[in-house]
C-alpha cells in the first residue's frame, strides 16, 4: 500500500486566498483523522471521520475552516479565507478501528504558509 | 488542547547509550501510544499499551505504564544515530471509542555518533 497520501506537500499563498488542502487514505481503513502542527500549539486534531461521516469536529478554529470526505478514498481540509496565523503543517492519517487497533498512519503532511 | 506533558523537552546522548522519556496525562485512558517523526515527515507509529498492561516490549524499545501515576516512559536501549528525531505520547481516552489521539509536546532526542 502506498500510504497515505497528502497533496500538495508544499503551499505558500497570500492572506484573504482560499486554501484546499487534500487527503488519500490508506484502501479499507474506516476513520481518518486531520491535525494541525505548530511550534507553539504542538500537535492538534481539528476534525475526524468515521465512514465518511464526520464525528468531531470541536478542534477546528474557526468558521473558516471546513473538512469533507466524499468517499471513502478522499478528504479535503479547506482554509477560506487564510490568514498569516493558519500557518502550519497539516497532517492526515487514517485508522482501521473496526480491526480493533488504534494506531494511525500519517501522510508525509502539508506544509502551508500564509502570507 | 494538549493532554499530555512530555519530559525532558530534548535529550542529547552517545550512541550506544539508552535515552529514557516521559510522558505524564490527564484523563483516564484506553491506551497510550508512541510515535516518532523524523524532521520534515509525517508521524510514524512505534508501540501501544492498553490501559491494563504495564510494560510492553518491541526490538529495542521498551514502554512502560502507571495508570495510578497517569505516566508512561519510553526506553530506547542502545540507540543509533538513525534514532535522532521527535517522540510523541499520544492517549485515547476512554471516553472515545473513535481513538481520537491527544499528543504531548514531544521530545527531541539527537544521537550523536
Known amino acids: 500500500d502506498a500510504g497515505v497520501i497528502q497533496s500538495p506537500r508544499h503551499e505558500v499563498t497570500e492572506m484573504g486566498q482560499e486554501v484546499t488542502l487534500r487527503c488519500k487514505p490508506i484502501?479499507?481503513?474506516?476513520?481518518l483523522f486531520w491535525y494541525r502542527q505548530t511550534m507553539m500549539r504542538g500537535l492538534e486534531l481539528l476534525i475526524y471521520f468515521n465512514n465518511n461521516v464526520p464525528i468531531d469536529d470541536s478542534g477546528m478554529p474557526e468558521d473558516r475552516f471546513s473538512a469533507k470526505m466524499p468517499n471513502a478514498s478522499f478528504s479535503t481540509l479547506k482554509i477560506q479565507p487564510s490568514e498569516p496565523r493558519d500557518s502550519a503543517v497539516y497532517f492526515c492519517a487514517s485508522s482501521l478501528r473496526t480491526s480493533g487497533k488504534y494506531e494511525q498512519y500519517f501522510g508525509p503532511g502539508t506544509r502551508l504558509t500564509v502570507t | 488542547s494538549q493532554q499530555g506533558e512530555e519530559d525532558p523537552q530534548a535529550l542529547s546522548i552517545q550512541e550506544g547509550e539508552n535515552a529514557t522519556m516521559n510522558c505524564s496525562y490527564k484523563?483516564?485512558?484506553?491506551?497510550l501510544q508512541w510515535y516518532r517523526q523524523n524532521s520534515g515527515r509525517g508521524l510514524v507509529h512505534l508501540i501501544l499499551?492498553?490501559?491494563?498492561?504495564r510494560e510492553k516490549h518491541s526490538g529495542r524499545l521498551r514502554v512502560t505504564l502507571d495508570t495510578s501515576k497517569k505516566s508512561s516512559s519510553l526506553l530506547i536501549t542502545a540507540s543509533r544515530a538513525a534514532d535522532t528525531a521527535s517522540y510523541f505520547c499520544?492517549?485515547?481516552?476512554?471516553?472515545?471509542?473513535?481513538?481520537?489521539?491527544?499528543f504531548g509536546q514531544g521530545t527531541e532526542l539527537s544521537v550523536k555518533p
Open positions: 484523563t483516564s485512558i484506553n491506551n
Open positions: 499499551i492498553r490501559s491494563n498492561e
Open positions: 484502501s479499507g481503513h474506516d476513520y
Open positions: 499520544a492517549t485515547v481516552s476512554i471516553y472515545n471509542q473513535g481513538g481520537k489521539l491527544i
